[in-house]
Each structure stands twice: as structure tokens, then as C-alpha cells.
């Protein structure tokens, strides 16, 4: 049996807490990325539930490697809706191992369930090794992302 055909793919679960926490906290860091612990409890509760985010893990040999978060949504261009692949991350010790490609290939299949048009997501430009892999499973866009931090209103 190869590694990829050892690998699991199943919904998040709320009892998977333990095992998500620290390669949500790797994922974070990869990204220098700092939340306050009221983040990451409302992120948990939100891709754990029943709500419009989704999550899934990815496991092997009963220990979770890997995770994936997303959302559908509708779009103003396409009566079909379209699904934002927001997460995803494998442990760096079992990366290659095809849990990156399950998870991606997982949500498709979520997504083509749910009626959707296409996934998308993004990812930082140096992100060399995570683009190696999607270069084969996907078409780079031509759009260039744009973000405006917004302040609260006093």
C-alpha cells in the first residue's frame, strides 16, 4: 500500500479539537500569523459545526496530518455557486505524501456535490513547494489580490 493510499480524508469533527490545534497553530505560523485564543475557539466552532464553513481532515494511520477548511458561496457571476478553499495544511514531516492533493481533491468533490462552478484559493507567492502541487491540480489565475484593512467605526 503507498502512503497516498493510506491516507484518509473525513469530516472535522468538535472531539478533534486536541489533534487541530497544533497544526493550526503550525499553519499560523507558517503565515506569521498571530490570533487571540477568542479567534481560533470562533474558527474551531465555525468549521467544526453545521454552518457554512466546512472542514476536513486529513489522517494516516489514525493520526491527523492535515487539514482543510472552505466555504460556498454564491457569486455574481454564475447562478451556480462557487466554493473558497480558505486553509489548508499538512504536518511539514509528511508533506508529499499525497494528503495536500486528497484534501484538495476532497473539497472538489464537496464542492461538485453542493452544485458549485469551480474552487479557488490563494496562496503567498513564495509558497514554492505548495505550488508545485498546485500547478497539477489547478489553472493560476491572472487576478491579482488586493486587501483594505478596515478600523472598527467609534
Not at 497544526?23 to 498571530?34: G, K, N, S, T, V
Not at 514531516?93 to 492533493?101: I, Q
Not at 497539477?136 to 472598527?152: C, E, G, H, M, N
Request: hydrophobic share 40%.
Amino acid at each position: 500500500m503507498t502512503e497516498a493510499e493510506r491516507i484518509a480524508i473525513r469530516p472535522l469533527a468538535a472531539a478533534d479539537r486536541a489533534d487541530w490545534q497544533p497544526l493550526w497553530q503550525a499553519y499560523l505560523d507558517f503565515y506569521r500569523q498571530e490570533l487571540a485564543e477568542g479567534v481560533t475557539e470562533a474558527v474551531f466552532a465555525r468549521i467544526s459545526g453545521d454552518g457554512a464553513h466546512c472542514g476536513l481532515v486529513a489522517e494516516r494511520d489514525g493520526k491527523m496530518i492535515g487539514f482543510v477548511h472552505y466555504i460556498v458561496h454564491e457569486t455574481t457571476w454564475s447562478l451556480a455557486p462557487t466554493c473558497y478553499l480558505e486553509d489548508l495544511y499538512v504536518d511539514g514531516a509528511t508533506r508529499g505524501g499525497g494528503a495536500g492533493r486528497a484534501l484538495i481533491a476532497a473539497v472538489g468533490d464537496a464542492a461538485r456535490a453542493r452544485g458549485c462552478r469551480s474552487v479557488y484559493w490563494h496562496t503567498h507567492d513564495d509558497n514554492a513547494r505548495a505550488r508545485t502541487l498546485y500547478d497539477k491540480v489547478a489553472v493560476l489565475s491572472p487576478f491579482v489580490r488586493y486587501d483594505q484593512i478596515l478600523t472598527p467605526q467609534s
